[in-house]
């Protein structure tokens, strides 16, 4: 059963909705930050199809100009990087703290499992206040392939020498559940607002709202079987 709980980061822990002025002020919608997002995460998805790897910084720069030229908005190479940057210093959820420190005194290991290059990932847990909460930071990019392609997932396991099956992947994304799960770990989905899992393949045996409610969850089914 797993020991190992790989969290995803953005969205998942921390509230994009942090963004939403910076997108009102160059956009004129904060709606747009959606669409950015989605459209960053294509730009990853295709690199990786293709064999053609984009770091997730280097995505989401790209799609902050590819939608400032669909919505006819004249934008700068310095606001793309600004965002860019933005990304750093996003806030955790308000529920997020407690229920990781509430994780980090059972007997298992919390790691951040991330798209974001390391060294982002490590920034942003460390100025959302939460790095204490994570024995590392592993960033997909060290492998050059970007969750949901199996590589990540294994990385994890490859880590602490266990097997991928020892692995529980969190997060409020669909396609980092479903790859998870493809990779052969178990997999946790953060139900937030807007967040839906896909009605196709396999499903996860953990299902929350929040982060409190699936780490009570894995604290009783996880930890709970490493117990005597």
Known sequence: MP???AFDVNETLLDLRALDPEFERLFGSAALRGQWFAQML???FV?????????????????????AE??????????AAAMVLRMSSLPA???VPAALRALRDTGLTAVALVNSV????EAQLTNAGIRDCFDRVISADSVKRLKPAREPYQAVADAYGVS????????????????????GCRAAFVARPGM????????PDIVGPDIAAVVDRIIAIDAGEQRP
């Open 3 to 5: 020991t190992i709980i």
């Open 42 to 44: 294509q730009l990853s």
């Open 47 to 67: 690199g990786g199809l293709v064999d053609d790897y984009v770091d997730f910084s280097s995505a989401q720069h790209a799609a902050m100009l590819m939608l």
């Open 70 to 79: 669909r919505h006819g908005v004249a934008l700068g190479e310095d606001d």
């Open 93 to 95: 959820h308000p529920e």
């Open 118 to 121: 390391e060294s982002v990932g």
């Open 164 to 183: 991928i099956a020892d692995v529980r992947l969190v997060a409020a994304h669909s396609w980092d559940v479903t790859g998870a799960l493809a990779a």
């Open 196 to 203: 839906v899992l896909s009605p196709l393949g396999r499903r």
